[in-house]
């Protein structure tokens, strides 16, 4: 049950999608360069992944500089247990330097159970994929994977956007 999050360029809104419950509550935001606007989505039928659909702000309109997300983020399962192994993909321009950090139930990083990837580039094809084993010490409960993306040099360009994944004893 992958999450996507679609984070929109230059303040724009992120694509709308359809609004369905999720068993993880996952309530995904995304913020595209300097637009602060967030969105929820929940998991869709199917493999689950989802659309940030704008909470709050205006209806997009004909003025927007792209409709082409930034950067979206999936994970490769919606439910794990602690010791499993997870990826998270991140699909954003190539070139663009990424950092992907997950934050776990008992508020702790990446870097103590895992999925941490700092300072890394999208490929050629767009996309970057980090795959970890999450430690059997993580906590059962949410995780929220964070991923931002910035250009290393010339124009100014960022954008974040995170989803979310459920660590149970038994999915």
Known sequence: MGLAVHASRGGGPSSTGASLQSRAAAQPTARGAGSGRSGAASPAPGRGDAT?????????????????????VTVAAGCLPPGATQTVTVRSRAGLQVTVDPRYSDGATGSAYGGEAVAQTIAADGTFHETWTVSSRAPLGEVVVEAGVAAPSGPRVSGSASTRFLLAAHC
């Open 52 to 72: 940030a659909t704008p909470v709050g702000g205006s209806a997009p309109s004909s003025s927007t500089p792209s409709a082409t997300p930034l950067l979206t």
